[in-house]
């Protein structure tokens, strides 16, 4: 079992080491916590360390989110050589893929990707912002059957995925059962208007942790004690 890091310390520690490389994960968003930014700076540091970048753009096209990127000074600029988007939002032309057309979707996307991951030996990490808003199109139902019949497809491409997904927009019930598909679960949870943190409730590597890391907005991570 190969491991990649995060990028953060404290929560490759709480993970048990890092991410599985080539696995899919979950970053469930519980409040406003502006979970994108976590997944944009583990994406910068694992370019630094040789990656290529992936991004799945399912509600801000690829320039809106470059946008976002430059507002909360998280810029993407310096890594644009690094970085592939697929946007499946429907407003650009997209090389080909279609989310609309779900049947032959996976396939289409896995061709995309393997043409990635012949340009890089290394690996690609790939982010989806998000999740919550594959399900707001299709449906609970539709998408998670999507995910479980597909998830193994998508794997094989051997990209490191992290998912985010927003629990104010999805029922429990439904993040329940995306949580069963995925390797590892990090929640990242809001307690007070400033006050963001992270917590790992699924690892192959260690049982779900009590420890608490503090998430500030652009800033490296703290590690704080206590339990959810």
């Not at 690829?62 to 890594?79: A, M, N, W």
């Amino acid at each position: 079992m190969r491991l990649i890091a995060t990028g953060y310390e404290e929560l490759d520690n709480c993970l048990g080491g890092g991410l599985v490389k080539g696995s899919t994960n979950l970053l469930v968003e519980d409040g406003k916590c502006l979970g994108e930014l976590l997944l944009i700076s583990m994406l910068r540091k694992r370019i630094k360390n040789g990656d290529k970048g992936l991004i799945d753009c399912l509600f801000l096209t690829p320039g809106k989110v470059k946008d976002f990127c430059e507002r909360y000074d998280v810029s993407l600029k310096k890594y644009a050589d690094s970085i592939h988007f697929v946007d499946l939002t429907g407003e650009e032309k997209n090389n080909g893929i279609n989310l609309e057309e779900l049947d032959t979707f996976a396939p289409a996307y896995i061709s995309f990707v393997s043409r990635i991951k012949a340009e890089n030996t290394k690996g690609t990490f790939n982010i989806v912002l998000s999740l919550s808003d594959f399900t707001c199109r299709f449906g609970e139902e539709k998408a998670y059957k999507h995910l479980k019949e597909n998830l193994k497809v998508y794997e094989s491409c051997k990209r490191t995925s992290v998912y985010l997904i927003k629990r104010d927009v999805n029922s429990d019930k439904y993040i329940n059962r995306i949580k069963d598909l995925c390797i590892s679960v990090i929640l990242l949870k809001q307690y007070t208007v400033n006050d963001r943190f992270l917590s790992v409730k699924k690892s192959p590597l260690r049982k779900s942790s009590t420890e608490l890391i503090k998430y500030n907005v652009g800033k490296e991570l703290e590690k704080k004690h206590g339990v959810l």
